[in-house]
């Protein structure tokens, strides 16, 4: 992604770091991991939707954000990519958008923060475990095809933390 | 010496662009991942508003443990790290300076503009904030509260402590606990966390 300048777009004001013009914090699997397992064992499904929302609203105004400095970012694929670069750019991990379109479409991850974290935290999950990855690609996918947050819904079919070789998005229109 | 904060600042925000192949940030010993604040905040504070007020001290409970254990094992990674060896060590004088270099860590991570105002080696540290990301985005949220909101940097502050002062790693978390008797959430001028050995292993 030739578009994006990172050394500006990661900036400090300060004592804060600031992405895209919003705040951001920098932190490690240890607390990623550790909010996210303490949340899932506390609420169940509810923490699980909490884990996914959280993550979907904040992507959703994040990447909103970023595409209202980079109007020269005008193509679903261009945007795409766009989303894939910040993921990465943010240590999140790889994500490949494969046959996307408005109504949905499947995304794999080859790598992730959250997958890192989880097994060299906890080792091996029985049911796929990448909340925070669904709720970002649910966000992005809602700034892409100009739909509000909370249109799409985004499932685990192959998780990487069930020893899976890669994890596995199923991305629907609501 | 003292600590030069903005050494530590100029490393985290350079390695911080540098990720490897899979997309993931190394650094300090730990992976690294950037996030808007509103994430941590919305899930926090979410989360205490699902378990409602009968179950209020179990989630706040549950936030500074998640919290303490982090900041255990992750400044135990970054002090053991080729980047702390390098750039940090050579600032040490004496072992309190290790507490203002986690410190400048935690500024340089976008965590708040800590300042250690008192350090009794171990006895008891007193760290004060007054742009918490946590009392922004509690204040921004639902207004004001009527108790500390800062779960994270409450149980971070604790681990700094456990990390000098307690039993051997890996058994000396929650050797120290820290309470927030000042925070911006609750109308006060800044945060302020004092952290003391705590009588049990864990919160009571």
Known sequence: MKHIDWRSELAREGHRVILSGLPIAMHCHHYNINLHKMVEDTLGEEGIHLLVEAAEMVSYY????????????????????????????????ILLFKKVGPTGGRIMSLSSHHVTGWLSKHGRRETPGCHFSRGWIAGVMGVIYNHPPGSYTVEEKECKMMRRDECIFLVKER | MTIDGSKIIHAVMEGSRIRDAKGIIPLFGVYLSLFFVQYYNKLSFEFEKKMGKTREKEAEKLLIEAAQECGYATFQGIRNSREWEELVVPMIGNREDQIFSFAAVAVAFGWGDL????????????????????????????????????????????????LLYGEDYPDGCFNFMAEEPFCRAKGDLYCEFIARRSSDQRIP
């Open chain 1, 62 to 93: 994040g990447f909103q954000s970023l595409l209202k400095q980079y109007k020269q970012i005008k193509t679903i694929k261009s945007k795409l990519e766009l989303a894939g670069t910040i993921y990465q750019n943010c240590g999140l991990g």
């Open chain 2, 115 to 162: 300042e250690v105002k008192e350090l009794i080696p171990r006895e008891n540290l007193t760290i004060r904030v007054s742009d918490s990301y946590e009392a922004t985005g509690y204040l921004e949220l639902h207004g004001h509260s009527d108790s500390g909101k800062c779960y994270m940097l409450r149980g971070v502050t604790g681990a700094f402590m456990d």
